[in-house]
């Protein structure tokens, strides 16, 4: 991991939005050897790029 400005942050970024979590749900990926926590997001408004409706975020960990 490498810690970024905010300004890094949004020049790496191909999308910037508003939005308010859904749902989460944390699960085993396919071979039963990590966790990822997935985050659904439903977007209210896009400030830069072209993001859809609903944006999903998948991280590493959580709790199954």
Known sequence: MVRLSLEQ??????????ARVV??????????TRI??????????SLTGNAGSTIEIVQPGGSV
């Open 36 to 45: 990822f926590t997935y985050t659904k997001l439903a977007v209210s408004q």
């Open 9 to 18: 942050l949004s020049m790496a970024s191909s999308s910037i939005v508003q």
């Open 23 to 32: 749902s989460q749900e944390s699960r085993w990926n396919a071979e039963h």
